[in-house]
Nanobody
Framework: QVHVVESGGGLVQAGGSLRLSCAAS????????MGWFRQVPGKERESVAA????????YYADSVKGRFTISRDNAKNTVYLQMNSLKPEDTAVYYC???????????????????WGQGTQVTVSS
């Protein structure tokens, strides 16, 4: 079974930065499109950023463009989300998602992903 595990969340002041990491199992990680989502109580899970198998194609939600950067290191089976200029409205549980075998596509809908991590809490104080 494929597994992904997030880490790097925490409490940060507005304007600060955090880097989230997602460690994935499987030797075919290099062929998996990956994504980051976030969710707050009572709201839908929101796509934050996504990339294809190589990282050469990316997607960002309008709310995070210019502040967040998604990247991957296939040699380490890891995807990252660098979050800069954090705002209180960025507070949420952040989830890593994988689409094993998805190849060159970038997926931005939660139902397009097969595997989810447990989530990591990001809290931005004002």
């Amino acid at each position: 079974q494929v597994h992904v595990v997030e880490s790097g969340g925490g409490l940060v002041q507005a304007g600060g930065s955090l880097r989230l990491s997602c460690a994935a199992s499987g030797r075919t990680f290099s062929s998996w499109p990956m994504g980051w989502f976030r969710q707050v109580p009572g709201k839908e899970r929101e796509s934050v950023a996504a990339l294809n198998w190589s990282g050469g194609r990316t997607y960002y939600a309008d709310s995070v463009k210019g502040r967040f950067t998604i990247s991957r290191d296939n040699a380490k089976n890891t995807v990252y989300l660098q979050m800069n200029s954090l705002k209180p409205e960025d507070t949420a549980v952040y989830y890593c998602a994988a689409r094993p075998g998805g190849g060159s596509y970038v997926y931005t809908n939660h139902y397009e992903y097969d595997t989810w991590g447990q989530g990591t809490q990001v809290t931005v104080s004002s």
